[in-house]
């Protein structure tokens, strides 16, 4: 199929692959024959029908593509041919010479058993049949890993090839049938290829049986994995082995170690005295439903080395915990990394709906292109694929939620909430804040997982992701409040600036406060070492605005100074910086039992007289000693002790500060 894009040179062109990546048509491997022509007045892409990532819906060919102009035009589009259009599932007599051309070559007929299905091939080398894996690429059989259970044996006169259903790694069901194309030579040189293909009442194995294939105890069969059934869980006990070769079958069809699922999935793998005991929730990553029940599949290794597998199964009627209900008969969503995917009955596509945050119904027909849904039809069913930065999911206790309302050809209408977990999106502190006072950190609609990662927040109802309020953050920012009662008298936060440059701002003010937001390393900032620990300082100055008389100034502003301090360990600024605010006392005058500090510059080593503030400044040679005292003052207690950690020294037009006293 071919397809016509904007006569304007393309920046970038990128297609939906299986496991619902956008991949640059460019990157794409050499034998998915895509084809990108960009020529003068018009620009095509051509695909074959059989390339690695074009599926099969609703019997069509279709592909999604995505694309971006140097003019920044962008667009959006599903390419799509009937499979009438494309090759035959399963081929003709070929009409090639052979050496024997009065003997056709037999058309091979698929045989359906409980578990399994065959097929009877015409003579000729077994190197030379293939099958179609789930990449749609052809895998000789012979070189198909040994957990797939495949058996190709040569027998007179014919090739024999067996395969289990659902438990193998690349049967595939299509309208409600299991289906494996296979492609082989016969010994007169004909390429033919047959598509294998079972009603799916034919029949999935609930229990493995005992691999066919010699172990070193051939007299002690390999034991039958049973599946237990509980009120939220299932459980299988494995035959003793090792625990890195037990994998299961993600959404994606792959094969993935149980070890290294991730650990919201919430599976359990332990090894027992009698063999591995594997427990998987009804409601996790990779179980999924079919023929109303929950599916698992497992693949194993014992110790004797043999391959087996288990296909987990039970009934959807067992009980479920209230926070995860069943979503309703025809529905189910499916989680990936970075979307989750809606199966909904069949009904009209205009007819489907979402909730966003206003509570208001838009229809996801109409919801613009920017939000990222998409919407097909399959197979009987509305497909629905949602990112999870899409417009109107919300994050709602470390789940993703959205609410879908739709109405089936028969004009029952239906309402579900579908919910993926939030991988390691765990709140951290300082995120509790108003929205009236949240910066964001970011582009608009980054991902939910990547915020969280940079140390920023999430927001529950909108996804935004905002910086933590009081914190220096991982990209080095200062981000603080001060509020209009934080001083007596009150303060206007519209007259706070940055002490040494007053073009910064706060970047939101109400008459209620102000929120800043600025580098580290900017606003003349003052930065000194402290052993280990960086130490970046600014202060918050309120500009007094007054009215100038003949005897003075008349001002309804007070004298206002705020110290705020970021603190970074050795090495990167990644998460280790924390706050530290120092409000300065508004005068000198201090009440009986408060506690205040004061630095005293004595003459001599006696620590006696002390120079008056009438004689700061004051000027010393270089090489001089100075004397500093650190005092308290109205201790409420006689022993208390003050330890002083550091105390520094700049001038106001330097961005760097002297340590003068260290650890005494």
């Known amino acids: 199929m071919v397809l016509e894009l904007p006569k304007e040179p393309l920046k970038r062109v990128l297609f939906l692959d299986k496991s619902n990546q956008w991949v640059a048509v460019i990157d794409a491997p050499e034998y998915c024959n895509y ?63 052979t050496r024997k051309p009065t003997e056709p070559v037999p058309i091979a007929t698929t045989i359906c058993r409980a578990s399994t299905m065959m097929v009877v091939l015409p003579p000729g080398p077994l190197e030379e049949v293939l099958l179609m894996d789930k990449s749609n690429n052809l895998v000789p059989v012979k070189d198909a890993p040994k957990y797939c259970n495949y058996s190709l044996v040569e027998g007179e006169g014919r090739n024999i090839f067996i395969t289990p259903y659902v438990t193998t790694c690349d049967v595939q069901i299509v309208n409600n049938s299991y289906v494996l194309t296979l492609h082989y030579t016969t010994t007169e040189g004909v390429f033919v290829s047959v598509g294998m293909k079972c009603p799916t009442s034919a029949g999935e194995p609930t229990e493995a049986p005992t691999p066919k294939t010699t172990t070193k105890k051939p007299t002690e069969p390999v034991p ?9 869980t299932m459980m299988v006990v494995l035959p003793p082995g090792p625990l890195e070769e037990v994998l299961l079958i993600d959404q994606s069809n792959n094969r993935v170690p149980v070890n290294d699922a991730p650990k919201y999935c919430n599976y359990s793998l332990v090894e027992s005295e009698g063999g591995n005991i594997f427990t998987t929730p009804y409601t996790t990553c990779d179980v999924k439903i079919l023929n109303k029940n929950y599916v698992l599949t497992l693949h194993y290794t014992t110790t004797e080395g043999v391959f087996g597998y288990v296909g987990m199964k039970c009934p959807t009627s067992a009980t479920l915990p209230t926070r995860s209900p069943l979503p309703p008969f025809g529905v189910s969503v499916i989680c990936s990394d970075t979307c989750m995917t809606v199966e909904l009955p069949g009904g009209l596509l205009e007819d489907i709906q979402l909730m966003d945050e206003s509570n208001n119904l838009v229809a996801v027909a109409s919801a613009p292109k920017t939000c990222g849904y998409s919407l097909v039809r399959g197979n009987g069913k ?3 694929t949602a990112p999870y930065n899409a417009c109107n999911v919300k994050i709602l206790n470390n789940f993703y939620i959205l609410r879908v309302l739709y109405t089936t050809l028969t004009g029952q209408h239906g309402d579900i909430h579908a919910k993926c977990p939030v991988p390691g999106l765990v709140p951290r502190e300082g995120c509790k804040i108003p929205r009236s006072q949240q910066v964001a950190c970011g582009p608009p609609n980054a991902d939910p997982q990547l ?29 603080f409040a001060v509020y209009r009662t934080s001083t007596k008298p009150e303060i206007d936060p519209g007259s706070l600036v940055i002490a040494g440059n007053q073009s910064c701002a706060p970047v939101i003010c109400t008459p209620d406060f102000a929120i800043f937001k600025f580098p580290v390393t900017g606003c003349g900032t003052h930065a000194f070492m402290v052993a280990e620990t960086t130490i970046y300082l600014a202060e918050v100055h309120g500009m007094v605005r007054g009215t100038g008389q003949v005897y003075g100034e008349i001002t309804r502003d007070s004298s206002y100074r705020l110290q705020v301090e970021c603190r970074y360990g050795k090495g990167s600024l990644a998460s280790t910086g924390y706050l530290v605010v120092n409000p300065l006392p508004p005068s000198a005058a201090l009440a009986f039992g408060s506690l205040g500090v004061r630095l005293r510059i004595a003459t001599d080593a006696s620590y006696t007289t002390f120079h008056p503030l009438s004689h700061l400044p004051l000027r010393f040679l270089l090489g001089s000693k100075v004397y500093l005292e650190v005092q308290l003052i109205n201790p409420p207690d006689p022993n208390v002790v003050l330890l002083v950690h550091y105390c520094i020294a700049y001038p106001q037009s330097s961005q760097s500060a002297w340590v003068i006293l260290y650890e005494g």
């Open 382 to 384: 509305n497909i629905l």
């Open 35 to 97: 084809t990108l022509s960009q020529g003068i007045g018009r620009n095509f892409f051509i695909t074959p029908y059989t390339a690695c990532d074009v599926r099969i819906l609703n019997k069509n060919y279709v592909l999604k593509l995505w694309y971006l102009t140097t003019g920044g035009e962008k667009g959006y589009v599903l390419m799509k041919c009937p499979t009438s259009a494309g090759e035959p599932t399963e081929a003709p007599t070929p009409t090639t010479t």
């Open 224 to 232: 039958i994995a049973t599946t237990i059934c509980r009120a939220s």
């Open 451 to 479: 915020c969280v990662a940079n140390g920023c927040c999430v927001d529950a109802t909108t996804s935004q992701c905002y910086y933590p309020l009081d914190a220096c953050t991982a990209d080095g920012h200062f981000v």
